[in-house]
């Protein structure tokens, strides 16, 4: 098999997909797609002996039982626009591949996020990294967007003084803040890609990175629709459970009473009751 082609992602190449109030994310190159997949995994094998539905078979098969390299095979690279803040979380998928623009060679543009009111709450009282669900009354959450933008535009405006002054790039953007935005390339395979949405998209995750993993799974299923279709539906949809929590659903089904107690019992329940990974 050739150059994996697929229509639907040529079509999309180097379209702007706009994410919060100035960034974006688009894709610019791919390589692979289920076809290439299933080629990987079907070595012995001519293209066109499956259907369709067998290769989603296969393809199903390979996630539910984390025959991770076949997926390996597929890559997609990005061009992202993201606040630094939210950067500096995607940097933490270190099997990614990325190219940042540089403020030692270049003049940062003045280009800062600024969140919406309903994206303005309080410190969440359960939850020590995240905000509370409630935002803001509207007239709080101006003031608090206007302090937010004083404080970015007097950076800004001592930024550009200082280049103005000579100082070198390197040292006058050391006083920016991280709510500026910042551009790179980002390459990754689709296994790994699928482990970065996993933990992004999950509704723990900051609300401005989860934005950005939206975009991402919906080039990822242009690219390689099977594949993602299965993905969400084992992975990023499915839950997991413990041995413990095995032999619970067992005794459950049997008409038996659930064994387990305290907080365990409590995250079991909440994890039938939602779907969601405790």
Not at 193 to 207: I, M, N, V
Request: glycine share 6%; aromatic share 10%; with cysteine.
């Amino acid at each position: 098999m050739a150059h994996c082609v697929v229509p639907e992602a040529e079509a999309i190449l180097d379209k702007e997909y706009p994410v919060l109030d100035k960034g974006f994310v688009r894709l610019v190159d791919y390589f692979g797609g289920d076809a290439r997949i299933v080629q990987a995994a079907r070595v012995s094998y001519g293209e066109g002996t499956k259907t369709v539905s067998q290769d989603g078979a296969l393809i199903d098969y390979l996630l539910r039982h984390e025959h991770t390299s076949p997926f390996e095979q597929v890559v997609m690279t990005f061009h992202l626009k993201m606040p630094i803040f939210v950067a500096r979380q995607w940097v933490r998928h270190r099997t990614g591949r990325m190219n940042e623009v540089s403020g030692r060679y270049s003049i940062m543009k003045d280009e800062f996020y600024v969140p919406s009111d309903e994206n303005i709450a309080p410190q969440s009282k359960d939850n020590k990294q995240g905000r509370a669900a409630e935002p803001f009354s509207k007239d709080e959450a101006e003031k608090i967007r206007s302090a937010l933008e004083e404080g970015q535009k007097a950076a800004y405006e001592t930024y550009t003084k200082l280049i103005d002054a000579s100082l070198a790039r390197e040292i006058a953007r050391i006083d920016l803040p991280l709510a500026l935005y910042t551009e790179f390339y980002w390459q990754m395979d689709l296994h790994n890609l699928f482990r970065f949405l996993k933990l992004r998209l999950d509704e723990h995750a900051q609300y401005e990175i989860r934005e950005y993993a939206k975009v991402i799974l919906a080039l990822c299923r242009t690219v390689a629709p099977l594949a993602t279709g299965s993905f969400i539906n084992h992975i990023n949809e499915g839950v997991r459970f413990s041995a413990e929590e095995m032999e619970a659903l067992r005794k459950i089904l049997s008409g038996e009473q659930n064994p387990l107690e305290g907080k365990k019992r409590e995250r079991f329940e909440e994890k039938l009751r939602t779907g969601v990974q405790m």
